[in-house]
């Protein structure tokens, strides 16, 4: 069975930091292509950051150069680490992982940024 855990979500101020993990079992990440996503209220759910299997990283405009998405393969995890948090990166997070008709999601992590 497979299984992604996100742990790491919380309330931040403006401009604080956070890092977010996906712990998987069942699966092994790094032949995954790896997602973080976000989802805030009544807005669709959209992709924050990505890792390929080959290591190759892609992010969305909005989080570049403040977000890093990072994989630890001997922990079998998958990290995001968010830093000069704004207002607008609240959402619940989700980790996904995904390889040819396979798609996995976590249940996702609240994060929250407000003064």
């Known amino acids: 069975q497979v299984q992604l855990v996100e742990s790491g979500g919380n309330l931040v101020q403006p401009g604080g930091s956070l890092r977010l993990s996906c712990a998987a079992s069942g699966i092994i990440f790094n032949i995954y292509y790896s997602g973080w996503y976000r989802q805030a209220p009544g807005k669709q759910r959209e992709l924050v950051a990505g890792?390929?299997?080959?290591?190759?990283?892609n992010y969305a405009d909005s989080v570049k150069g403040r977000f890093t998405i990072s994989r630890d393969n001997a922990k079998n995890t998958v990290y995001l680490q968010m830093n000069s948090l704004e207002p607008e990166d609240t959402a619940v997070y989700y980790c996904?992982?995904?390889?040819?008709?396979?798609?996995?999601w976590g249940q996702g992590t609240q994060v929250t940024v407000s003064s």
């Open positions: 996904n992982a995904a390889r040819n008709d396979q798609d996995y």
């Open positions: 890792i390929s299997s080959g290591g190759r990283t």
